[in-house]
């Protein structure tokens, strides 16, 4: 059982290093710290069912991803939300 995070709802998490992931299979994952928010767009693929989330187009959101990703990462985890990244 993680420490760092809790649940907030059956996809959602927030942990306590300040952020919160939200996913949601139709609209994609949302993560939200004291930067603001990103909106991760996703796919729902399955055989095995997971998630596809895609990079950012955009080098500034790029940016940013890359900085939380790692959060992003555990969150998933947590939450038990298999994914890939393409």
Do not use: C
Request: proline content about 5%; charged content about 30%.
């Amino acid at each position: 059982m993680s420490e760092e995070f809790q649940k907030i709802g059956r996809y959602a998490a927030t942990s306590n290093n300040g952020f919160k992931v939200e996913v949601n299979y139709a609209r994609g994952v949302k993560y939200v710290d004291d930067e603001g928010e990103i909106q991760i767009e996703s796919e729902l693929l399955v055989k095995p069912y997971r998630i596809h989330l895609y990079q950012p187009r955009d080098p500034v959101v790029m940016e940013r991803f890359q900085r939380i990703l790692p959060n992003l990462t555990r969150a998933l985890d947590y939450l038990e939300v298999r994914f890939e990244l393409w």
